[in-house]
Nanobody
Framework: QVQLVESGGGLVQAGGSLRLSCTAS????????MAWFRQAPGEERRFVAA????????YYADSVKGRFTISRDNAKNTVYLQMNSLKPEDTAVYYC???????????????WGQGTQVTVSS
């Protein structure tokens, strides 16, 4: 059974930083691309960033490019999202998810954790 546990969210002022973590179990982590999505109240879940299982550059949504950095530690089965220069519009619940291929549509992903809330105050 695949399990995903996200952590690291919180309340931060605009311009601040947070580092999210997502630890996965029940799968061979190094065989999967890992992605972060976010969902604000009343909105659909949206792609944020993804990193492949092997070589290749990470991929980012335009809205976070240059501010967010995704990375992974296969030895720890963990993917990270370093978020800098946070804006109020980054406020959302953030989710991680694995997929065999790098993809940007939520319905391409089958497994989700409980998410971690990020709130950015102005």
């Amino acid at each position: 059974q695949v399990q995903l546990v996200e952590s690291g969210g919180g309340l931060v002022q605009a311009g601040g930083s947070l580092r999210l973590s997502c630890t996965a179990s029940g799968l061979t982590f190094s065989n999967y691309a890992m992605a972060w999505f976010r969902q604000a109240p009343g909105e659909e879940r949206r792609f944020v960033a993804a990193v492949r299982w092997g070589v290749g550059n990470p991929y980012y949504a335009d809205s976070v490019k240059g501010r967010f950095t995704i990375s992974r530690d296969n030895a720890k089965n963990t993917v990270y999202l370093q978020m800098n220069s946070l804006k109020p519009e980054d406020t959302a619940v953030y989710y991680c998810s694995p997929n065999r291929q790098l993809a940007t549509r939520p319905y391409d992903y089958d497994y989700w954790g409980q998410g971690t809330q990020v709130t950015v105050s102005s």
